[in-house]
């Protein structure tokens, strides 16, 4: 079946617009996860979405960071007055139920501030 | 400090090596714990799962050591398709009970070289 799809794969902006980034999980997946990574190093924790309960947001770095997840679905990342600190990788995984369960990955979309 | 630690490394052993790796992890209530592989800008991908009672899936057998805080993969008999970067992964619960969102640490590299 289908797997985890983020778009777009790459995203060259200016500093100072604003983006969107798009995630959608697989299909009754009810847990979401965003996570970011730099070149060369790990993932960091950004916002965990589980079901009808409030996101867990503690990973967003700044306030230009918020994330939406509709009807339990597709979930988008927005980035206002982005920073040449905010070029990452931008991955977004799906699980069927909670923390006790496997990470589905989509492939990231690869985002640079010039 | 960090929830999850690693050792970066890199490693780099021979083909037929048995190489292992360690995590530690700081929240003694953590009760999910994973091990996920990520190749060279792909995404990452479930390894295995750890079990309290340790558990082996062919070359490769996970421990976990609740009273130390940390978890180990062991790779036996190394390959060079095994060259990856290790990634441990461990569940950050909330007092509410619930599960929590998944944390990961920084990942190790394994270069296995011929």
């Known amino acids: 079946g289908a797997g985890v799809s983020q778009s777009p794969s790459n995203k060259v902006t200016e500093k100072g617009k604003d983006v969107e980034l798009r995630c959608d999980p697989i299909s009754g997946h009810t847990a979401l996860y965003w996570y970011r990574q730099s070149l060369g190093q790990g993932l960091e924790f ?17 306030d230009r960071f918020s994330a939406e997840r509709t009807g339990g679905s597709v979930s988008t990342l927005t980035i206002q007055r982005t920073q ?10 799906s699980s ?13 979309t690869r985002l640079t501030v010039t | ?45 479930l390894l295995m799962s750890v ?14 050591n609740r009273a130390s805080q ?20 461990v569940n950050s619960p909330l007092s509410s009970g619930n599960t929590g969102k998944l944390i990961f640490g920084q990942g190790t590299t394994l270069q296995v070289k011929p």
Do not use: M
């Open chain 1, 46 to 62: 950004l916002i965990y979405f589980q079901g009808n309960s409030a996101p867990d947001k503690s990973g967003l770095p700044s």
């Open chain 1, 84 to 93: 040449q600190e905010d070029s990452a990788v931008y991955l977004c995984a």
């Open chain 1, 96 to 108: 069927p139920t909670d923390g006790y369960s496997t990470l589905h990955f989509g492939n990231g």
């Open chain 2, 1 to 45: 400090r960090k929830e999850v630690e690693q050792d970066p490394g890199p490693f780099n052993v021979p083909e037929g090596a048995t190489v292992a790796f360690n995590c530690t992890y700081s929240n003694s209530a953590s009760q999910s714990f994973f091990w996920y592989r990520q190749d060279c800008r792909k995404e990452p991908k």
């Open chain 2, 51 to 64: 079990y309290s009672s340790g558990n082996e899936d062919g070359r490769f057998t996970a421990q976990l």
């Open chain 2, 70 to 89: 940390y978890i180990s993969l062991l790779i036996r008999d190394s390959k060079l398709s095994d060259s990856a970067t290790y990634l441990c992964v």
